[in-house]
């Protein structure tokens, strides 16, 4: 019976180190910080390998799908949806921050589902830093309304 190697969720590349003995990993390839986790449905020895800046970002869609559900149905003022969403505008800015250096760094870039490598790559991840900046100044003005 063969065993078959972990990939990296991000660049798909092998994983060569343990990733039992660490809950939290940075890929060797492409320095994306991993984590591992049981599988929420099936087997329950079966581990999955997640992109923590997919999580981020997840969260962050978690948390503003709540954000307008519980303002829509509560009522309360613009004021208020408006810090809330800036709070939630964090995580977004230091998902694309972290992304953008990191592809800066190593010349790696995913977005939407599609892979870039090199200068094209290091382009985008100069906007994704610039893009990261701006909702970290969003989320000041947000904040202090």
Known sequence: MQIQAAHCPYCKNILFQNLKRHKVR???????PLVIARSPFGRPRLYRIYSVLDVGMLLYALLTMALIAFFALTGHGVTGFVKGFSIALFIVGSVLSVDGVLALRT??????GRQTR???ARMLGAGKVAV???????????VSL
Do not use: E, N
């Open 132 to 142: 990261g900046v701006l909702a970290f100044f969003m989320v000041f003005v947000g």
């Open 107 to 112: 010349a790696r870039d995913k977005t939407w």
């Open 26 to 32: 940075g890929c060797l390839t492409c320095k994306r």
């Open 118 to 120: 090199g200068m094209a």
